[in-house]
């Protein structure tokens, strides 16, 4: 089954230390997005990109970094720069350049600070 | 630029009563719309797509929206809600360009608790 796969489901951030969440997905799309969830606050768009080798600041980059060396791939790292990064991180992906095209979602990271 | 105003941030009903959880959008012409539902700790799964073919969107697990343009809403119903469908619903636009590609506007959510 085509779908998006995100690694891993928790993870714990040392003060100081960077970590990388991956999004793997088989469903051919070009677009892929990161977002951020805090209770009560919706969805927040940190990254996202429409295609390989280019990606887009969202409305909350600052302190996150991303790549995007494959179409399948595109994993969110948060930096130290990061002072608040616990919270719940899906990743996304959609087809791109067709209209009504919804966005498929990952099941979802839950970062934490040790 | 596109808006979504999700009007309940939470909605509380019986088990077999309807549901009913508002949205209305802000676009300057005909837009796309979507409804998913998360369950805690889960990602979000689509229920259903306004796609211009018909203003009465039939979704999954028995729920429908209504695309009323005069009154830029899509509002989300069940007519018998099943503890199952306690969960978080978001309402979504998107917007196509050909810049940008899809970009998605998502409302802040309706959280639904369903009483036995």
């Known amino acids: 089954d085509g779908g998006i796969t995100q690694s891993p489901k928790y993870l714990f951030r040392k003060e100081g230390q960077n970590v990388t969440l991956s999004c793997e997905q088989n469903?051919?799309?070009?677009?892929m997005y990161w977002y951020r969830q805090d209770p009560g606050q919706g969805l927040r768009l940190i990254y996202y990109?429409?295609?390989?080798?280019?990606?887009q600041k969202g409305d909350i980059a600052e302190g996150y970094s991303v790549s995007r060396e494959k179409k399948e791939s595109f994993p969110l790292t948060v930096t130290s720069a990061q002072k608040n990064p616990t919270a719940f991180y899906l990743c996304a992906s959609s087809i791109v350049k067709v209209g009504n095209q919804p966005q498929h979602f990952g099941d979802g990271t839950r970062l934490s600070i040790l | 630029a596109q808006s979504v105003t999700q009007l309940d941030s939470h909605v509380s009903v019986s088990e077999g009563t309807p549901v009913l959880l508002r949205c209305n959008y802000s676009?300057?012409?005909?837009?796309?719309l979507f409804w998913y539902v998360q369950h805690p700790n889960k990602g979000l799964q689509l229920l259903l797509k306004?796609?211009?073919?018909?203003?009465l969107v039939k979704g999954i697990n028995g729920f429908e929206a209504e695309f009323k343009k005069s009154e830029t809403s899509f509002h989300l119903t069940k007519p018998s809600a099943h503890m199952s469908d306690a969960a978080e619903y978001f309402c979504v636009v998107s917007d196509l360009t050909r810049d940008t590609g899809n970009q998605f506007y998502f409302g802040t959510g309706t959280s639904l608790t369903v009483i036995p």
């Open positions: 469903l051919n799309h070009d677009a």
């Open positions: 676009s300057s012409y005909s837009p796309s």
């Open positions: 990109s429409q295609i390989v080798n280019d990606f």
């Open positions: 306004y796609t211009s073919a018909a203003t």
